[in-house]
């Protein structure tokens, strides 16, 4: 593994009880780093199934088999504050918002970054699959530069839920299985005799456990039955609540007028005043014509990209990337997406540069 700092640097990880943070740990204590496992302790109501007592054990495992010290950080209000009261808000709003980025911007790169820092470590590292480059400032007294780049590993690629970090944070980070494949952490894991070489990953928030994120929202905000309307305006179901739906989903709501052609129904519009939402058997692209769509909480993470320059735009986790414009905090999109809705975040990438982001307003 290629190493940005020096060695007998302190470097806390933050310890999942998984394995990608479990072969972190590892893989930097094998170069001879100063390494302390942190476990997170965020909130989770006590009606759902939450594997966090067990996580914690295997994190503190993990510790003594390598003989590392194991440190805990209680953050339980600021998680709940922060990601489950956010989370719950921008659903009561009709908006969709994406809880992992801001855990990352909050939390992990929030609270528990500045806690590291001032406990005296010199980095943080944590299992995240990305990668961060640094660059030699050619400039003398200027402080180098660090890009934030996709994963060897496409398909567990994290970079679209880190657009959020900035270059103080990049400094002193470390994604020690960036360079890796899934497959290869999990054979590192075995190597390392880890006992979380083959724990499954874990599934969405922990706070929401196994329940449905529907079944989660309806206990902080009430349901209320609405009209499922097709293109032409005709009731023809119902469901219970459009702040709980979302655009592109094909769940979620009950179609009463049916026929034996029937093929599976997208909503493709939400009318949160009224309570109504609009299916059809495709989604429809989004209508570029209707212009840039401005971007919430922007974060860049080299500087504004270049006005005029053809980059990609992702548009949700494992998303297609579509090819756009970027005049500062507004985004024109050359292709036509599919499925955007207001509070979702919007990631630029410059093939495999993560150029940052925004919160994508006024979609509908």
Not at 37 to 56: A, H, L, Q, Y
Not at 88 to 114: H, L, Q, W
Not at 181 to 210: M, N, P, W, Y
Not at 327 to 341: G, Q, R, S, T, Y
């Amino acid at each position: 593994m290629k190493s940005q700092v020096s060695k007998k640097k302190s470097i806390l990880v933050g310890l999942s009880g998984g394995v990608d943070s479990s072969v972190s740990a590892a893989l930097l204590q094998k170069e001879g780093y100063d390494v302390t496992g942190v476990f997170i302790k965020i909130w989770s109501p006590e009606w759902t199934e939450c594997t966090s007592k067990e996580d914690r054990l295997d994190a503190m495992r993990v510790c003594a088999h390598l003989g590392i010290s194991f440190k805990e950080i209680d953050l339980t209000e600021e998680y709940k504050r922060e990601v489950v009261d956010y989370m719950i808000s921008e659903y009561a709003k009709g908006r969709t918002p994406n809880p992992d980025v801001m855990c990352n911007r909050a939390i992990k790169f929030g609270t528990f970054f500045k806690w590291a820092i001032a406990h005296g470590a010199d980095f943080v590292a944590t299992g995240h699959y990305s990668q961060i480059k640094k660059q030699k400032s050619k400039i003398k007294n200027t402080k180098d530069i660090y890009t934030l780049t996709t994963s060897v590993d496409s398909d567990k690629d994290q970079s679209y839920f880190l657009w959020t970090l900035k270059q103080e944070q990049l400094a002193r980070t470390l994604f020690p299985i960036g360079h890796l494949k899934k497959t290869q952490v999990r054979i590192l894991a075995k190597k390392f005799g880890l006992l979380t070489a083959e724990k499954k990953d874990s599934q969405g928030l922990c706070f929401v456990g196994h329940v449905d994120i529907k079944e989660f929202l309806s206990r902080y905000v009430p349901k209320k039955r609405g009209d499922v309307l097709n293109e032409q305006g005709k009731v023809i179901g119902y469901h219970d609540g459009a702040h709980l739906l979302t655009i592109g989903e094909r769940h979620g709501f009950t179609v009463t007028t049916k026929t034996a052609l029937d093929k599976p129904l997208y909503i493709t519009n939400k009318n949160i005043a009224n309570n109504t939402i609009t299916v059809a058997k495709k989604i429809k692209p989004f209508d570029i014509s209707k212009g840039l769509i401005p971007l919430s909480s922007p974060n860049w993470i080299n500087g504004f990209p270049k006005v005029g320059a053809i980059y990609e735009a992702q548009i949700r986790y494992h998303g297609k990337r579509y090819h756009c414009r970027i005049n500062e905090n507004k985004v024109e999109f050359i292709d036509k997406p599919e499925a955007l809705a207001s509070g979702q975040s919007l990631v630029a990438y410059d093939k495999e540069t993560c150029l940052g982001g925004g919160v994508m307003e006024k979609v509908m």
